[in-house]
């Protein structure tokens, strides 16, 4: 982005603040990649994961600038003119769709993420970042989103819930085709949707996902919180299956084997 | 891949092959066809990021990602992927036609 039409100078080139949807994700498990003998494969996989497949996440003079330090990503979206009715809807629910592919990209190369999608005042800019929709986006992934799920804040919830007013039948809106709401009332990023949405068969995107769970589920089953983010993971993919592709049971996680095990104190 | 049965690329709902309609959420994003049609003619292929950085209004660049996939049910663009490298866009003769028609 040129300072000249970068949002977060001001005709000054004096840093501001500006309105804009923010994402902050934080990828699970990375630190410990880091450290592991398997670290250079790691990276060569995160790497592509993030550049090289939908799009460049990373990219200096992307339309959505980022920063990315260790293992927290944040993505911004900014309200450009002509600002008034409907910038939120587009800003929020542009970041939306990149964060569901960003979520759907990571996850079937291995990475799960947490986060959380705020609206509010924000700036980046070379390094720089500072803003209270940062700060909420952070208490999101913190707090709220516990899983590896990406969830709304409130402004952004509510813009996406404005935006339904612009389709006949909000039932077929593109929000009601991205955005679930769990069990805990929380609205959350469905990013396997976005399998159904091009004409490609969703089938082998599903069986990585499925796959690359069922791995997760292995490695932490003796430890409880760990395991149990991969255990809503599982329910949330086989929701997804059952929904769309009800029938085909080998797309599922098996996770009859996945109740609480409980030892005696004295063995 | 499931691609698109030929056969219904001009009627209301493109099929694929296994039988998955156009998804009915998508079919707004037809609005932006002229501006993003128009960027992939002007270059022979085109990454999502090149697209994006094309002069385009906040609103096209947002709808971006769901008029990809609109283009794709409705054939008028494709996309190339190795699965190693990132994704390419090509317009389609499919797409050319429509731009054509769009000018008119």
Redesign the interface.
């Known amino acids: 982005m040129s300072a000249k039409n970068d949002p977060f100078l001001d005709a000054s080139g004096q840093p501001q603040l500006t309105r804009c949807a923010v994402l902050y994700v934080d990828l699970l498990g990375v630190s410990a990649l880091a450290e592991s003998a398997s670290a250079q494969q790691s990276l060569k996989r995160l790497d592509r994961a993030l550049r090289s497949m939908y799009r460049d996440y990373l990219a200096d003079d992307s339309p959505w600038p980022a920063a990315m330090f260790s293992d927290t990503l944040v993505v911004a979206a900014p309200l450009l003119p002509p600002l008034g009715k409907g910038a939120a809807e587009t800003a929020t629910g542009g970041l939306t769709i990149q964060a569901a592919w960003l979520q759907l990209n990571l996850a079937v190369n291995g990475f799960f993420l947490r986060g959380g999608l705020a609206l509010g005042d924000f700036h980046i800019h070379e390094g720089l970042l500072f803003g209270e929709a940062l700060v909420e986006a952070y208490r999101l992934e913190n707090s709220a989103a516990i899983h590896p799920r990406i969830v709304l804040g409130e402004a952004a919830t509510k813009a996406q819930y404005e935006a339904l007013s612009f389709y006949g039948d909000p039932e077929e809106s593109p929000q009601n085709a991205l955005l679930l709401v769990d069990q805990d009332g929380t609205v959350f990023i469905d990013y396997l949707e976005l399998l159904f949405d091009e004409p490609d068969d969703p089938r082998p995107g599903l069986e990585a996902h499925r796959d690359a769970v069922t791995t997760e589920l292995k490695t932490h089953r003796n430890h409880s919180r760990n395991w149990d983010k991969y255990r809503w993971v599982a329910d949330y993919h086989n929701a997804v299956c059952e929904r769309r592709l009800p029938g085909e049971t080998h797309l599922t996680i098996d996770t009859s084997g996945m109740d609480r095990r409980f030892s005696a104190f004295v063995p | 891949?499931?691609?698109?049965d030929e056969a219904t690329l001009d009627t209301d709902t493109?099929r694929?092959m296994?039988g998955?309609e156009y998804?009915?959420?998508?079919?707004?994003y037809s609005k932006f066809d002229e501006p993003l049609l128009k960027v992939l003619a002007a270059n022979e292929e085109a990454?999502?990021?090149e697209v994006?950085?094309a002069p385009l209004d906040?609103?096209t660049?947002?709808?971006l990602?769901?008029w990809l996939?609109s283009a794709?049910?409705r054939g008028l663009i494709a996309?190339h992927s190795d699965g190693?490298?990132?994704?390419r866009y090509t317009l389609t003769q499919r797409g050319r036609r429509r731009l054509r028609d769009l000018r008119r």
């Open positions: 891949m499931a691609p698109i493109p694929t296994d998955r998804p009915r959420h998508l079919r707004p990454t999502f990021d994006a950085r906040a609103r660049v947002a709808a990602p769901r996939a794709q049910w996309k190693s490298t990132r994704r």
